[in-house]
C-alpha cells in the first residue's frame, strides 16, 4: 500500500507529478482522495452512517470516522472513489446518485506523518439498514448510526457526547450490536474546518433534496 503511486499538487493546489503514498506522508505532499458520507433518515430524523476504523489499520485504529474514504491513485479518475464505497461497506452506490460537495483541503500532522489531502467530498442519500453493512474487516470494524443534528451539536460545541448505535463484526462475521455515548476523542481527528464544510454541505444536501 505504501507503495501506490498518487498525483500530487504544490500549494496553489497545480498538478506537479506523483509520488508514493509513503512519500506523500513522508514530506507532506498535497494529494487526492475521496470521501463519502451516508445520510438516511429514520423516523423522520436525518442520520448518518460512520465507520468504526479497523483496529488493524495503522492511522487511527478503533476511531470513528467516514463512511468510507481512501486515496485516489495516480490512474484513477474521482468518479473510480466509489471501489472505496464498495470494499468497505459491501454497498454498491453508482457515482451518479452522489452530491459533490466540492474539493475540501485540509491538514492533518502527527509523528511520522504530513497528511495534506485534496478531498473529493460526496454525500449520498441512503436508504440501506445497519444490516445491509458488510464491512471490509481489515479497513472497517463496524458501522454506527448517529443522528446529524447531535453530530452538528457535537462538532459546533453545543454538547460534549452523544450517543451513537451500530455494530461490530467479530472475526467470525457475527455482528454485535451497542449503543454507546461518543465525543470528540472518538473520531479521527480531522480538522475542525473540515467538519465544518461537511456539517455545511449535508445541510445543503438535505434541504435541496428534502
Known sequence: ?????????????????????????????WHETFHCWFVTQENGCDMLY??????????????????A???LLASETVEDGVREVQEETG????FNDLHSLGIIPYSMTRPGMIDNER???FVYRARHSLRDFNVQPE???GIYKIAFQDFV???????????????????????????NQVSKDDFVPHPQSYYEAVIQGIERTIQVKG
Open 1 to 29: 500500500m505504501e507503495t501506490e503511486i498518487l498525483n500530487i499538487f504544490n500549494e496553489h493546489q497545480q498538478p506537479i507529478g506523483t509520488a508514493t503514498r509513503e512519500d506523500v506522508h513522508r514530506l507532506g505532499l
Open 50 to 67: 460512520l465507520q468504526l476504523r479497523s483496529p488493524m489499520k495503522k492511522d487511527y485504529p478503533n476511531l470513528l470516522d467516514i463512511t
Open 69 to 71: 474514504a481512501g486515496h
Open 91 to 94: 454497498i454498491h452506490v453508482a
Open 119 to 121: 478531498a473529493h467530498v
Open 139 to 141: 479497513e472497517v470494524a
Open 153 to 179: 451539536d457535537l462538532w459546533l460545541g453545543k454538547r460534549q457526547r452523544i450517543e451513537g448505535h451500530g455494530f461490530v463484526s467479530d472475526e467470525k462475521g457475527e455482528l454485535k450490536f451497542m449503543k
